[in-house]
């Protein structure tokens, strides 16, 4: 595997495997700025990729300054801060409130000058301060506690007597929840050894990469922040605030910066393969007015020494070059043609190649070409392309002797969560007709933008669709809500397009429902009398054409001969009738169809994950494109409309025109 370097950001590559999934290849890149008011310059000086946890005064028993990018996916944003808190105006004061303001995070610690509580218990004013370190050191701790380098609460004995108290304290009304503080959680701190759990002895904090991660691994034992300084996600324009952690700003409110890296993979039959570097560290250093922003891309290998070349460019306008502009910009180093290397050991960083900054390994841990020096020339600028704009979520996919794909750098977006990042996403249907328009929408034209065109329309139209599935922002229940507010204040209504991901669960049929029920019971009714009645009454009732369009009374028969047979102690599973009767209708496909405007629709329910579930009505041609499952997770394109149905409680509905669904390829 080769790694070339395009970018002045400093560039590694980290060779891991896990358990049943082989071998990944993560590739990570790290970006310095100036800690400045609104956008923050590129500073001149890049601090590197670490490759183990820096400790302050480089003890490994102080608490962690700074920690190690050497991490093969954090399921979560990190959001760091380390240094001092600053009294306002360098004006000394015993006390003051630091803050911490981003995306989903809004932090704020006491901090208090030097105490002591003396042996009759009396704890003496504290003294005045311009600056005060926020190192664990000074936080509430002990031995055996979630800090182990922090002070008692009760306050550290000294040879006097006295006892020196904590620095650091929670805001009033605000409890801590693990080690108190705005910094890194070294790896070897309990609310991250946890996460090991039964892998806890035999795991390497250092050199882990040495063997395959165990499957079952929490992989939130990477994220170093405390855990109400982990977000979903990190986007170009996010505000951050900090109150009193700048020695020259009180007050110190900067926006993520548009420079981003971007990395593309070339295989040894000529694919080219786009490689979504997700930002997942946002690390501050009070003190140096410096921040830093790390990312990380997974790729999925066909072995360790699998011939393989990744390219890794960076961008200063938030618009993502082409695979075009990045070769181009290779051809411009003067990099050779593709060439095989394996096998070579790692022996740390070669020297570069003439202009080029090159690494070729296929075993060992890291890849690490060291990065160019800082010429703004090399950062891709594309404002000259105004007809053709990538944004900030868009993924270009394109081609160079053969076909290329999109590769996910984590899951999702999503934005969601903990499982290795070889998250999968299938198109299952588009509505008839509706393709082109979904691809053409204004907020997602952009990702599909400049895509190399195919001789195969479907083709091409459901590489498109799968495009905007996977990389498109996802919508919540309110903006689903105020975008049907909106539309309803115009005439004639539209109803507006959404872009939704959640939990699919298909209705099944409440008159099917009872027919499976009745089939399930029948074997076990032979020695039953009362029960053998039952069913007969209910064989009776089946025949009755009236009951087709009568759901509550078929879902109360239902639930009375499942109360009645669960009733008598059979020794059977518990909800065996209900498991039994929710596969025969699975598998038979058996959904609850509605008529709604003028078609026929397929019933289900979206769980967004707030606490209700949306009507979603499918194409009823859909339904034998549905995998065989009582739920799915999903990223949907729909039509949101108002309740159509006067027996629904939920205030909208949706049509569903695009429907895509998602997993875990072990899973």
Not at 166 to 195: Q, Y
Not at 407 to 436: C, M, Q
Not at 580 to 586: D, F, G, K, P, T
Request: hydrophobic share 40%.
């Amino acid at each position: 595997m080769e790694v070339l370097s395009l970018t002045p950001l400093p560039v590694a590559a980290l060779l891991w495997s896990a358990e049943q999934r082989g071998w990944s290849l993560t590739v990570i890149c790290k970006a310095t700025f100036d800690l400045v008011p609104g956008a923050l310059p590129l500073a001149s000086d890049q601090i590197p990729i670490h490759r183990g946890d820096r400790h302050w005064n480089d003890d490994a028993k102080k608490s962690v300054y700074a920690p190690s990018d050497l991490a093969p996916f954090k399921p979560r944003v990190d959001v760091l801060v380390v240094g001092h808190a600053y009294a306002p105006g360098a004006l000394p004061r015993a006390s003051l409130t630091a803050s911490l303001s981003a995306r989903g995070i809004d932090k704020r610690l006491v901090v208090r000058g030097a105490r002591v509580r003396d042996e009759a218990g009396n704890v003496g004013p504290a003294a005045s301060f311009k600056r005060m370190p926020l190192h664990y050191e000074g936080a509430p701790g002990g031995a055996d506690s979630e800090n182990p380098v922090g002070i008692p609460i009760e306050g550290q004995l000294e040879a006097d007597g006295a006892a020196t108290l904590p620095s650091l304290e929670p805001s009033p009304g605000r409890t801590a929840e693990g080690p108190l503080g705005f910094g890194p959680i070294a790896a070897t701190w309990p609310s991250r050894l946890g996460k090991l759990g039964r892998h806890h002895e035999g795991w390497s904090h250092t050199t882990w990469y040495e063997r395959a991660i165990p499957r079952e691994l929490d992989l939130g034992y990477f994220n170093a922040a405390p855990n109400d300084q982990q977000i979903e996600r990190l986007s170009p324009g996010d505000e951050i605030i900090l109150e009193n952690l700048n020695r020259d700003h009180p007050r110190l409110v900067f926006t993520i910066p548009a420079v981003e890296p971007v990395a593309y993979v070339e295989r040894a039959a000529g694919e080219a393969e786009l490689l979504t570097l997700r930002c997942d560290t946002l690390w501050i250093d009070t003190d140096e007015q410096t921040c830093t922003l790390t990312w990380r891309g997974q790729l999925r290998l066909h072995g360790p020494r699998e011939s393989a070349r990744c390219l890794v460019a960076s961008t200063s306008t938030g618009e993502r070059p082409s695979w075009d502009e990045v070769d181009a910009l290779r051809a411009s180093c003067d990099v050779p043609a593709f060439v095989d290397r394996s096998p070579i050991s790692l022996g740390g960083p070669t020297e570069p190649i003439g202009k080029q900054l090159h690494v070729s390994v296929v075993a060992g841990p890291i890849i690490e070409p060291a990065p160019r020096s800082l010429d703004s020339s090399l950062l891709v600028d594309r404002h000259d392309d105004e007809d053709d704009p990538i944004g900030d979520q868009a993924v270009r996919s394109t081609r160079r002797r053969g076909r290329a794909r999109t590769l996910i750098g984590g899951p999702g977006a999503a934005e969601e969560a903990t499982p290795l990042p070889t998250a999968w996403l299938k198109l299952l249907f588009v509505a008839k007709g509706h393709g082109p328009r979904l691809i053409q929408h204004a907020p997602w034209r952009h990702l599909t933008a400049g895509t190399p065109p195919l001789r195969d329309d479907k083709v091409q139209q459901r590489r498109s669709l799968e495009t905007i599935l996977r990389h498109a922002e996802s919508a919540d229940a309110a903006t689903v809500e105020a975008l049907l507010h909106d539309a309803a204040a115009r005439l004639p209504f539209e109803a507006p397009l959404v872009l939704l991901e959640g939990q699919l669960t298909p209705t099944m049929d409440a008159l099917e429902r009872l027919r499976a029920t009745v089939t399930t019971i029948t074997a076990f009714a032979q020695d039953d009398e009362e029960l053998r009645q039952l069913l007969d009454a209910t064989r009776e009732l089946l025949d009755l054409h009236w009951l087709e369009s009568a759901d509550g009374i078929a879902e109360e028969l239902s639930a009375r001969l499942v109360e009645r047979f669960e009733g008598r102690g059979r020794g059977l599973p518990p909800d065996f009738v209900t498991a039994q009767s929710e596969r025969i209708l699975v598998q038979e496909r058996k959904l609850r169809r509605r008529r709604l405007w003028g078609e026929d629709w397929l019933r289900c329910g979206l769980d967004l994950g707030e606490g209700s579930s949306v009507p979603t009505y499918l194409p009823a041609a859909a339904v034998e494109r549905l995998p065989l499952a009582p739920r799915l997770s999903v990223r949907l394109i729909a039509e949101a409309d108002m309740r159509e149905d006067a027996y629904e409680s939920h205030p909208f509905c949706l049509r569903a025109l695009c429907l895509g669904s998602m997993g875990d390829v072990a899973g």
